[in-house]
């Protein structure tokens, strides 16, 4: 092992689930601005002016309202999950949780055709795999 010089940085490992809240945290951020960036596109404003979703046309309604907080509940709760609850129960959500989202991330860029659409979604999905991946290589008990 290489000897530390005085005034040399000092990296510090840290706590898998701090790293897992980190994740989440960076993947809703993401999530939201490609969806915030979405409304200066005209068909989804104009989409969301008439009450309906461009593309797949879902009417903007209370179910499909209170769908959408759903769907974005569980990401968001999972930031408190990451952090609070024991090893195993959260190992096995964090890789569940992140898989099941990154199919419906890849889903729903199926017959987009927007360059900001599909960057945000890699990058989401990336995200995605990686919580999947931390969870998954959890640290056991030496």
């Known amino acids: ?24 945290t960076a ?10 960036f979405g409304f200066w596109r005209e068909d989804v404003i104009n989409g969301a002016l008439k009450g309906e979703v461009p593309g ?3 009417e903007i309604g209370q179910a499909f309202l209170a769908l ?3 769907y974005i509940l569980v990401p ?4 408190a999950v990451s952090l609070l609850a024991p090893a195993r129960w959260n190992r096995r959500a964090n890789v569940f949780v992140s898989l099941v989202y990154a199919l419906t991330v ?3 860029a199926v017959g987009e055709t927007w360059a900001y659409y599909f960057l945000g979604s890699a990058v989401e ?18």
């Open 27 to 36: 993947m809703l951020f993401v999530f939201a601005y490609v969806d915030i």
């Open 76 to 79: 968001s709760l999972m930031v």
């Open 106 to 108: 890849v889903g729903s």
């Open 68 to 70: 959408t907080t759903v």
């Open 125 to 142: 999905v990336g995200l995605l795999l990686l919580i999947a991946r931390t969870a998954w290589r959890w640290p056991r008990v030496a």
């Open 1 to 24: 092992m290489a000897e530390a010089r005085v005034g040399e940085l000092r990296d510090t490992r840290v706590d898998v689930k701090v790293v897992l809240g980190g994740l989440w």
């Open 56 to 58: 797949p046309g879902f």
